[in-house]
């Protein structure tokens, strides 16, 4: 009778435990169909709980489906290809995508269902799509409805699991329908797997690490010791900048009242059956106990709850790590005495001003554990565990959960963080969050955002600069450029003169000496150093002679010119380095020659001034007798009197024409004796005649 109990207990505490895979949550990304345009569409997503999802973004490709009747060249596996149960490199022939020709999304069947058929699992359907080349898989459901791809925990799926770097989503029996009969209709077919809404967006990320500390666990117990691991640095940067809000969980279960003072459940439950957790090994009769775990569970959790009112909660990960190394189910060493060990190291009793190691005692209450009484941090527990109307209930470990919503995803430091930063509003997110462990580089030479920012639009504006951005990249204002607010509020690259700056050409001889230049380029500059002379070569095609047993020349060098064009950005290889201008004391004539205008000895003694020569040479003549000053007044003073004749002259003949004209208009008005008359007409005629020749 006592075994039949026994059974009875043990069966009925499985089910309670074994139950939560039927209450896996779904949780949802968007799958939208991109071309053909007129068939654009999204619909829901299911994402697996496996593979690196790529939280915050999409991924595009052509869909492809291993199908007869959907390809060109029918390929044959066992069973068939679009079940994905079989390695594509065995296929008839050999299937394998060509990255060459663009990104590939996979879409399969889940089963195959046929009798005598085992169907397979989902990673390793898209284990085996990955190997052919796909960069993301969409498996499609026999039925019409939606569920979450999980994991496996069996001995030949964790090589699978680790080493899944691609997307997997689920989509129900009717969409799937919708897109082959496009893939038949149309010659591609293009869809994004989208996760850019997949969780909400919060200014303090809000994430929950659901766990347990059993080690004695198989894969899921490796992939979280080493999260835990990994996650110790980052979650210190996270924590310390007030970025997020973390805060550790971990699974229990109530025993039934019916049961709570059977021996089955005083061994898994701490508070007479309040609390309790399963059997680390599966053996009631031997080894540690399910409230062994349930203690240690509660140290852990106390731990958190003093580390986060001294505001280091990220001591939490500093202890996990240190338990998951040191002790241990598996190592033998599993209780209170490891427990405070580990505190001890990540110094625990400095927190809260030295009173953390009896906070910490007080806290877990280790020896009233048997005791009928309610644990309000642990209730609380239970209650996060069953969710709500918002939050949806966490029945497997491990489970994260930001900002209220399941992440889905391999536990891996690097897709948990992008994860977390794509909680954050766009933009937003902490410098950590474009780290390239955490999302792509799109900046790298070679990358869409390095190509984009290259071009020549952006080169133009001066946005040169490719910035790196969780959601993308960002092409910003580069080197050589200052970024300022136009009056709009619109930002502007505009270009800095390096070349005006006195102490950067410090550093650079080649821009500063007597022939070298800077010249000025949009966000950059270039020295040109030893500029040719162009006088000293055939004297720059310029005038150019000897007189009096010395050298003149019309060409003159205007280094000083140019360097003022290439600082300005105005000089090129076609700006002259020199002009052909007369010397002083010369002057170009009709020939283009140059002639002197004095005495060049004595142009040279007045310093290259011939007006100066003119006049000393006036000024000489006067001292000697020659032409006086008052003489060149008399001269000029005649010239004016004879101009000053010329004019009055002139002014005469033009009023006796205008008199001529006024007695030929008045005959018409004014009667007139003969004589006059005849005058007139003769005066008339002579005006018309002196008018016709001007006219």
């Known amino acids: 009778m006592a075994m039949e109990v026994h059974v009875l207990v043990v069966t009925l505490l499985c089910a309670l435990v074994g139950r939560s895979r039927a209450e896996f949550l779904v949780e949802k990304g968007g799958l939208k ?8 569409a999204t619909y829901d997503m299911a994402l697996a709980n496996f593979g690196q999802p790529k939280y915050g973004g999409r991924l595009t490709g052509k869909v492809v489906y291993v199908r007869q009747g959907y390809m060109e060249t029918d390929v044959e596996c066992r069973p068939s290809c679009h079940y994905a149960c079989e390695a594509f490199s065995d296929a008839k ?23 005598g058929v ?5 990673v390793q359907k898209v284990w085996n799509a990955q190997n052919a080349g796909a960069v993301g898989v969409v498996v499609v459901n026999h039925k019409d409805e939606l569920l979450t791809p999980d994991s496996p925990n069996d001995e030949n799926s964790p090589e699978f699991i680790k080493n899944i770097t691609i997307p997997a989503g689920f989509v129900s029996s009717s969409v799937g329908d919708i897109l082959k009969g496009l893939l038949k209709s149309h010659e591609s077919l293009f869809v994004a797997m989208d996760w850019v809404d997949a969780l909400p967006k919060m200014q303090q990320v809000r994430w929950e690490f659901w766990t347990n500390n059993n080690d004695n666990c198989g894969n899921n117990c490796e992939l979280q010791r080493e999260f835990i691991k990994d996650f110790l640095p980052f979650s210190r940067i996270l924590e310390e900048g007030n970025y997020t809000r973390f805060s550790p969980h ?11 003072e059977s021996e089955e459940c005083e061994s898994q439950c701490i508070h007479k059956g309040r609390y309790c957790s399963p059997d680390p090994e599966d053996d009631l009769d031997k080894g540690y106990d399910g409230k062994d775990v349930m203690m240690e569970n509660l140290r852990q959790m106390c731990l958190y709850h003093v580390a986060i009112h001294s505001r280091k909660p990220w001591m939490w990960w500093e202890y996990a790590a240190k338990f998951w190394d040191e002790c241990g189910v598996t190592k033998k060493q599993y209780g209170l005495a490891c427990s405070e060990k580990v505190f001890m190291e990540i110094n625990g009793p400095a927190l809260m001003d030295g009173n953390g190691l009896d906070l910490w005692r007080e806290c877990i209450d280790e020896q009233n554990m048997d005791q009928d009484i309610n644990i309000p941090m642990l209730d609380e527990e239970m209650e996060a565990q069953n969710g709500d109307d918002r939050l949806g209930s966490v029945s497997i470990v491990p489970t994260i959960r930001i900002n209220g919503k399941q992440y889905r995803g391999i536990l891996k430091a690097s897709s948990v963080m992008r994860a977390i930063c794509s909680g954050f509003p766009l933009g937003e997110e902490p410098d950590v969050c474009i780290k390239e462990w955490v999302s792509e580089n799109e900046c790298q030479d070679g990358e869409i955002g390095h190509m984009t920012c290259s071009n ?9 600069s490719c910035k790196n951005t969780f959601a993308g990249f960002e092409c910003v204002c580069g080197e050589g ?6 009056d709009d509020g619109s930002l502007e690259c505009m270009d800095i003169n390096e070349c005006s700056s006195a102490d950067l050409m410090e550093k650079y001889e080649d821009c500063r000496c007597e022939r070298c230049a800077c010249h000025n380029t949009k966000g950059s500059f270039h020295c040109e150093y030893s500029i040719k002379n162009e ?7 310029c005038w150019e002679d000897v007189i009096d047993g010395r050298h003149y020349t019309a060409c003159v060098d205007t280094i000083t010119k140019y360097k003022e064009l290439a600082a300005a950005s105005q000089a090129d290889a076609e700006t002259s380095l020199h002009e052909c201008k007369c010397p ?3 002057m170009e004539n009709a020939f283009g020659e140059c002639e002197a205008l004095c005495d060049l000895k004595e142009c040279e003694s007045a310093g290259n001034n011939c007006a100066m020569n003119l006049l000393e040479r006036s000024r000489s003549k006067t001292s000697t007798g020659g032409i006086s000053v008052g003489g060149l007044i008399g001269v000029l003073l005649s010239v004016l009197v004879v101009v000053s004749v010329l004019v009055f002259l002139g002014y005469r003949r033009l009023r006796g024409q205008m008199h001529s004209e006024l007695d030929y208009i008045m005959t018409h008005y004014m009667p007139l004796n003969d004589e006059k008359q005849e005058e007139a007409n003769i005066g008339a005629a002579n005006v018309r005649q002196t008018n016709d020749e001007i006219i």
């Open 33 to 40: 169909v991109q071309f053909p345009s007129e068939n654009r």
């Open 93 to 115: 022939p050999k299937y394998e995508l060509d990255a060459s020709s663009g990104t590939h999304i996979m879409l399969v069947d889940r089963g195959p269902y046929d009798e």
């Open 118 to 122: 085992k169907a397979c699992t989902f």
């Open 250 to 260: 971990y699974l229990q279960w109530r025993c039934p009242d019916e049961l709570a």
């Open 456 to 464: 020549s639009t952006n080169t133009k504006d001066g946005r040169t």
């Open 481 to 486: 450029y200052l970024q300022v607010v136009k």
């Open 535 to 541: 006088c000293e070569t055939n004297n720059g095609g």
């Open 584 to 586: 002083p004391c010369f």
